[in-house]
C-alpha cells in the first residue's frame, strides 16, 4: 500500500532544501528506493514537503538515515522532528 507524507519543516527554506538535495545526491541517496513521487515549496509561508513511497517502512529508513545524515551535514546538528501527517493512501494514480 503506498504511504504519503506531507511535513513542514521549520526553519527551512528555499536554499536549505536545495543544500540537503544537494547532500543527498552527494551521498548516492538520491532518489531513494520506493520513493514514489516528491515535491516541495512554498506554502503560507512555510516550506512544505510531500513525499509518496511504496511503503511506510521504506519511508521511513529514508528519512531515519539518509535524509537525516544529510541534514546532520547541512545543519550541523540532527534535525528536530517536524509537524507532518502521513497516511496509507487508498489511491494512488499514475499516468
Given at each position: 500500500m503506498a504511504y504519503i507524507r506531507i511535513t513542514q519543516p521549520p526553519n527551512v527554506t528555499a536554499e536549505t532544501?536545495?543544500?540537503v538535495n544537494a547532500q543527498?545526491?552527494?551521498?548516492?541517496?538520491?532518489?531513494?528506493p520506493g520513493m514514489l513521487?516528491?515535491?516541495a515549496g512554498e506554502v503560507d509561508g512555510k516550506w512544505q514537503i510531500v513525499d509518496v513511497?511504496?511503503?511506510e517502512q521504506q519511508a521511513r529508513?529514508?528519512?531515519?538515515?539518509?535524509l537525516t545524515?544529510?541534514?546532520?551535514?547541512?545543519?550541523?546538528?540532527?534535525?528536530?522532528d517536524?509537524?507532518?501527517?502521513?497516511?496509507e493512501l487508498h489511491t494512488l494514480v499514475r499516468p
Open positions: 532544501y536545495e543544500k543527498l545526491e552527494a551521498m548516492g541517496a538520491s532518489p531513494a513521487v516528491h515535491a513511497w511504496e511503503s529508513q529514508f528519512y531515519e538515515g539518509p545524515q544529510a541534514i546532520e551535514a547541512v545543519a550541523g546538528m540532527t534535525p528536530p517536524a509537524p507532518h501527517t502521513a497516511y
